[in-house]
């Protein structure tokens, strides 16, 4: 398979973005929503923040939203305190339960005439402001619509991970909706025109009883109220998706079917992007799944980073035959690479 790899990649990285505050630090530029608008090529980054200094004496230093909703609060951990597991650089666990986050996320544009080049802009343009958003916002989504981009994101809290909705017509002014689905669940994607007469989503809830983090499809009238959820597809037996699974890029209407771009993760933690090939009238139906991942990490800036072995899309355009993807790299950067869809479409089975 030729997967061609931009030779400037990664296009953003965590040195391209400025902080939201002097104090803070960005350590990651990721999992960014995809869209065109205006002649440019958007990417909706997800940008993590932590603070500068890693705290006095030992400590471990987390930002969350205030109570108020109005500011940042710091919450200091004694990083010699035996009740916390500080292992992960990502998370604070106490009782193998995640009692906070290290970073922060929030929403930042980048904008771009050739789709290489990007130029960040200076303020976020979406940040946590409510409490299901007091550990911050992650991962959005871009769906178009007409001329709305309608953006669903996960919404992280104490409670755990929701899923928000929030929409823009010139990635200038946004307005957010609320929650569209309530947790446990993220990897939320709008098909980009109603089927049927309705809106249908993927999405990922995650149990905690029993059964897998796998993936859904949900229908609605009108983006607020949400129903006919079924069963879409559960992982593999064994290999690359055997442990979990979620939607990645919004689905690509083609002539053989809704083109969905998923990522897989291995038992070891290793991300991939796969495909399935939805019914173009019932998207419930699965037509074909991949048998093997279409893109891989395999270069130095997705096997090493802030959370290495991991290629992660929220987006991807289509130009003529060949699908542009946008991935987060390692849970740090932005990378891109084009695939030509019949090298997709050659995974199915």
């Given at each position: ?6 030779d400037?990649?990664?296009?953003v ?6 902080p ?11 999992n960014?929503?995809?869209?065109s ?5 958007i990417?909706?980054?997800r ?5 500068i200094?890693?705290?006095q004496?030992?400590e ?12 940042i ?28 986050l ?5 929403f ?23 409490p ?7 991962d ?10 309608y953006?669903?994101?996960s ?5 755990g ?9 010139d990635?200038?002014a946004?307005?957010?909706r609320?929650?569209m ?38 229908e609605s009238p ?7 959820h079924?069963?879409?597809?559960g ?22 079917g ?30 074909a ?32 035959d060949?699908?542009r ?8 950067a ?11 479409f050659?995974?199915?089975?």
């Amino acid at each position: 398979m030729a997967i061609l790899r931009c030779d400037r990649n990664p296009v953003v990285k965590p040195s391209d973005v400025p902080p939201s505050r002097p104090d803070f630090q960005v350590v990651g530029a990721f999992n960014a929503g995809v869209a065109s608008h205006g002649g440019e090529t958007i990417l909706l980054l997800r940008v993590a923040e932590a603070p500068i200094s890693g705290g006095q004496n030992g400590e471990v230093l987390v930002p969350l939203l205030n109570e108020r909703g109005d500011d940042i609060a710091i919450e200091r951990f004694d990083a010699g305190d035996t009740r916390y597991d500080f292992s992960d650089s990502r998370v604070v666990f106490e009782n193998g339960i995640v009692a906070a986050l290290t970073s922060l996320s929030h929403f930042r544009v980048a904008r771009s005439k050739d789709g290489v080049h990007f130029t960040v802009d200076r303020e976020p343009a979406l940040f946590p402001r409510f409490p299901s958003e007091a550990w911050g916002i992650e991962d959005p989504r871009i769906t178009q619509i007409g001329d709305v981009y309608y953006i669903a994101y996960s919404s992280v809290s104490p409670r755990g991970v929701a899923v928000g909705l929030a929409e823009t017509r010139d990635f200038r002014a946004f307005k957010r909706r609320g929650l569209m689905l309530p947790p446990e669940n993220k990897d939320v994607a709008l098909f980009p025109e109603k089927i049927n007469g309705k809106y249908v989503a993927l999405h990922r809830p995650v149990p905690r009883s029993f059964g897998a983090p796998e993936m859904w499809i949900a229908e609605s009238p009108d983006l607020a109220h949400w129903g006919n959820h079924r069963f879409l597809m559960g992982l593999s037996d064994n290999g690359w998706d055997s442990a979990r699974m979620g939607g990645g890029a919004v689905p690509i209407r083609t002539q053989r079917g809704w083109l969905v771009l998923y990522h897989g993760a291995s038992a070891d933690y290793r991300y991939c992007m796969g495909a399935a090939l939805l019914d173009l009238e019932d998207p419930g139906v699965v037509l074909a799944r991949s048998n093997r991942p279409f893109l891989e990490p395999e270069a130095d800036y997705e096997v090493d980073g802030f959370f290495g072995g991991v290629v992660f899309s929220c987006g991807a355009l289509t130009v003529g035959d060949t699908v542009r993807m946008y991935y987060g790299a390692a849970d740090e950067a932005m990378a891109m690479a084009d695939i030509l869809l019949k090298d997709i479409f050659d995974t199915l089975d």
